[in-house]
């Protein structure tokens, strides 16, 4: 039955994605411009033209710069604010009401965007779940610099900055969630045990893990990946496990044993 229930959540998810990005086309102004053109101190339109001028560069830094080492990730990510863009832009229509499910389900009160960038997930949850104890874990890197300002005046929400191959977790979670961020990383197997030594008994853990080596998947990121998947096959509950033989990115849904 929750198989089924976060099933159809999911499918409603994707429904509302490509509704809104349909009227998107058809509207002169979009919620994600207006809000970085309040960060940034500019026009919504001058928002687009830089985004649009911003994307071509970043694309040249993905496929030029090093990011096998630790160091050579921090560098990469600090050098360009086009991520505050893209990742605004790219979540601009997004909702989780599977992840909500899992807050509206659990007792707990404390929940994690692993790898959360600008926020997109606690954005949208955290006027729904008020009382919920939210903290965002990423780089110190503009996209991290946008969803502090973003989250100005909600003392429920708090940051951790990574500074090392060492996860900076600390206490337990109720809800975990890391998305778009494994593949992305020299150590996916060291985070996914920390992400599971610091989930609650009875814990969601909501994560992806795109396939693509040599392209979003780190050469080293991408030979863990099995590994990393049979180690959560093992350690939680599977609800929908990701496949290590496919080639997209799957959805990952474990559920911690009481």
């Excluded at 404390?110 to 008020?130: A, N, Q, S």
């Excluded at 989930?199 to 990121?221: A, I, K, Q, T």
Aim: hydrophobic letters at 40%; glycine letters at 6%.
């Amino acid at each position: 039955m929750l198989k089924l229930t976060v099933y159809l959540l999911r499918f409603l998810n994707l429904c509302y994605y490509h509704l809104f990005a349909l009227l998107d086309k058809f509207s002169s102004s979009s919620n994600w411009t207006e809000e970085l053109s309040r960060y940034f101190s500019t026009s919504p339109e001058k928002i687009v033209q830089a985004y649009q001028q911003k994307r071509p560069v970043a694309a040249k830094l993905w496929l030029k710069k090093q990011r096998q080492q630790i160091n050579q990730i921090f560098s990469f990510y600090s050098e360009t604010d086009y991520w505050v863009y893209r990742q605004t832009y790219f979540n601009r229509n997004k909702i989780f009401l599977d992840i909500a499910l899992a807050l509206g389900l659990n007792s707990g009160v404390r929940f994690c965007e692993y790898g959360g960038g600008v926020g997109p997930v606690t954005h949208w949850l955290i006027d729904k779940f008020p009382r919920w104890q939210y903290q965002i874990i990423d780089l110190d890197c503009p996209a991290l610099k946008f969803c502090r300002w973003r989250f100005r005046g909600k003392s429920n929400v708090s940051f951790k900055i990574v500074t090392s191959l060492n996860p900076p977790l600390n206490g337990t979670f109720d809800v975990i969630t890391c998305k778009q961020v494994l593949e992305h990383v020299p150590n996916p197997l060291a985070i996914v045990r920390q992400l599971v030594k610091h989930l609650n008994p009875g814990g969601w853990l909501f994560l992806d893990y795109v396939n693509h080596p040599g392209r979003e998947n780190l050469s080293r990121s991408a030979r863990e990946r099995r590994q990393v998947l049979g180690f959560l096959g093992v350690q939680l509950r599977p609800i929908f496990s990701i496949d290590p033989n496919k080639s997209d990115e799957g959805y990952g849904l474990y559920i911690k044993k009481l």
